[in-house]
């Protein structure tokens, strides 16, 4: 059964981290490239990061390259965003998806298939 499965969201004051977490089953990850996209209250959304099946193959929105880094774990078939240096502005639900193409790219009319999203909420 096909299922992305996002965790790690949570409260987090400005200036602090987070790991989220992608795990997917009923396909292997490493053969596709994975999108994290986040939804802001009131707003569309918005690419974020994405990572493709070549090692190295990243991409980064402006708004948290330098901040962001996305990852994966093929044998845990998961994929990864680790958010540092949080602001207020990064509140969101965050949502992994993925493209059934090798290549990584932002654009969320790309993606195939999509998780259920992660709440991230970061005040003092």
């Known amino acids: 059964q096909l299922q992305l499965v996002e965790s790690g969201g949570g409260l987090v004051q400005p200036g602090g981290s987070l790991r989220l977490s992608c795990a997917a089953s009923?396909?292997?990850?490493?053969?596709?490239?994975i999108g994290w996209f986040r939804q802001a209250p009131g707003k569309g959304r918005e690419g974020v990061s994405c990572?493709?099946?070549?090692?190295?193959?990243?991409d980064y929105a402006d708004s948290v390259k330098g901040r962001f880094t996305i990852s994966r774990d093929n044998p845990k078939n998961t994929v990864y965003l680790q958010m540092n240096s949080l602001k207020p502005e990064d509140t969101a639900v965050y949502y992994c998806?993925?493209?059934?193409?090798?290549?990584?790219?932002?654009?969320?009319?790309?993606?195939?298939?999509w998780g259920q999203g992660t709440q991230v909420t970061v005040s003092s």
């Open positions: 990572i493709g099946s070549s090692v190295g193959s990243t």
């Open positions: 998806a993925v493209r059934w193409q090798a290549m990584c790219v932002t654009h969320l009319l790309e993606y195939d298939y």
């Open positions: 009923g396909f292997t990850m490493g053969n596709y490239a």
